[in-house]
Nanobody, 125 residues
Framework: VQLQASGGGLVQAGGSLRLSCECS????????MGWFRQAPGKEREFVAA????????YNADSNKGRFTISRDNAKNTVYLQMNSLKIEDTAVYYC???????????????????WGQGTLVTVSS
């Protein structure tokens, strides 16, 4: 299974970006998908997750109301729409897949089995 994240870049505070993560080599519709991020000198932290069908979604408190996770199982792709970006959102963003969970989502990074390479998001003032 390979996950290819894209869409990162430099944006001003208050702006928007949409990250994409395309899955290949596996059965995308059977994976819980998550987004995590890691800022320099910090631990990798949970951002958002979505269930296999897309019915269940969960966001970290830090981005509720600003970030939206979605998926298109026909395109084997998960998205993260990020609005009202803040300087503290600057990080490398990673997508991840959990093939074992059948119901709901998980925010625990150790539950995820496959990881993408990351895409850098830089928010400037």
């Amino acid at each position: 299974v390979q996950l290819q994240a894209s869409g990162g870049g430099l944006v001003q505070a208050g702006g928007s970006l949409r990250l994409s993560c395309e899955c290949s080599g596996g059965t995308f519709s059977s994976y819980v998908m998550g987004w995590f991020r890691q800022a320099p000198g910090k631990e990798r932290e949970f951002v958002a997750a979505i269930s296999r069908s897309g019915v269940s979604r969960y966001n970290a408190d830090s981005n509720k109301g600003r970030f939206t996770i979605s998926r298109d199982n026909a395109k084997n792709t998960v998205y993260l729409q990020m609005n009202s970006l803040k300087i503290e959102d600057t990080a490398v963003y990673y997508c991840a897949a959990d093939y074992r969970r059948t119901i709901g989502v998980t925010i625990n990074r150790y539950d995820y089995d496959y990881w993408g390479q990351g895409t850098l998001v830089t928010v400037s003032s």
